[in-house]
C-alpha cells in the first residue's frame, strides 16, 4: 500500500494567517491527491481532487499544488471557520490511502 | 441536496455480525460508485469497501475480504455493509461515501458523506 505521510501532526496559526500542510507519498502518484476537511464532530468533506482542483463550494483560499511525492495544501487568510483536522488521500493506486491528518487550530 | 443517511449502527460483541445501511437522496443514486470509510476513535480515515454504479463489482481491504459485504439495491437507493466475525479492531465510525464522477471517469474521491455510524465490538 501507499503510505502517506502528513505534516506538521498539529498547528496552530492566527487569524488572517496563511498555513500550509504538507503531505508525502512513499512513491509517485502523479497527482493523484486529495484533501478533505473535517471538522468537529462532523463527517469529511472534500475540498480538492487531483492535487490542485477545488471541489464546488469550497472558497478561493484553499489552494493545493505539488506533484511526484510531494503535496502541500495552503489556506490564505486563515478563518475561524478553518478550524478543523485535515487529511490528504492518495487516489492513484488501489487501497486509496489516507494521512493520519492535520489538526488545525487556532492561536 | 445530496444526503447520505447511515443507520444500524451500536455495541455488538466480538464474533457476531452487524449490518450497516445508508439511504441516500438528491442524485442519481445509480450513477455512482460507492464507498464505506471507517474511522477509529482518535485516529484516521480508512477504506473499507467499493462497490461499482451497477453493483456489479466489489473492491474489499484486506482486512476486511471474506468478513464484510458491500452491497446495495439501486431501487431502494441504498447501500449496505454486512460485517461479519467482528473484531475489537473493527471499532469504528462507518460512512457511506459517495465516490466523485465527472461524468466520463469514476475517481477513488469521495465526494459526499454521510454523518456516520458508530459501531462498537466489545464484549
Known amino acids: 500500500d501507499i503510505q502517506m505521510t502528513q505534516s506538521p501532526a498539529s498547528l496552530s496559526a492566527s487569524l488572517g494567517e496563511t498555513v500550509t500542510i504538507e503531505c508525502l507519498a512513499s512513491?509517485?502518484?502523479?497527482?493523484?491527491l486529495a484533501w478533505y476537511q473535517q471538522k468537529p464532530g462532523k463527517s469529511p468533506q472534500l475540498l480538492i481532487y487531483y492535487a490542485n482542483s477545488l471541489n464546488d463550494g469550497v472558497p478561493s483560499r484553499f489552494s493545493g499544488s505539488g506533484s511526484g511525492t510531494q503535496y502541500s495544501l495552503k489556506i490564505n487568510s486563515l478563518q475561524s471557520e478553518d478550524v478543523s483536522i485535515y487529511f490528504c488521500?492518495?487516489?492513484?493506486?488501489?487501497?486509496?490511502?489516507f494521512g493520519a491528518g492535520t489538526k488545525l487550530e487556532l492561536k | 441536496e445530496v444526503q447520505l443517511v447511515e443507520s444500524g449502527g451500536g455495541l455488538v460483541q466480538p464474533g457476531r455480525s452487524m449490518k450497516l445501511s445508508c439511504a441516500a437522496s438528491?442524485?442519481?443514486?445509480?450513477?455512482?460508485?460507492m464507498a464505506w470509510v471507517c474511522q477509529a476513535p482518535k485516529k484516521g480515515l480508512e477504506w473499507v469497501a467499493t462497490?461499482?454504479?451497477?453493483?456489479?463489482?466489489?473492491y474489499y481491504r484486506d482486512s476486511v475480504k471474506g468478513r464484510f459485504t458491500i452491497s446495495r439495491d439501486n431501487a431502494k437507493s441504498t447501500l449496505y455493509l454486512q460485517m461479519d466475525s467482528l473484531r475489537s479492531e473493527d471499532t469504528a465510525t462507518y460512512y457511506c461515501?459517495?465516490?466523485?464522477?465527472?461524468?466520463?471517469?469514476?475517481?477513488?474521491?469521495?465526494?459526499?458523506w454521510g454523518q456516520g455510524a458508530s459501531v462498537t465490538v466489545s464484549s
Open positions: 512513491e509517485d502518484i502523479y497527482s493523484n
Open positions: 438528491g442524485f442519481t443514486f445509480n450513477n455512482y460508485d
Open positions: 462497490i461499482s454504479y451497477d453493483g456489479s463489482s466489489t
Open positions: 461515501a459517495r465516490h466523485y464522477y465527472d461524468g466520463t471517469y469514476y475517481y477513488n474521491v469521495m465526494d459526499a
Open positions: 488521500q492518495q487516489n492513484y493506486d488501489s487501497p486509496p490511502t
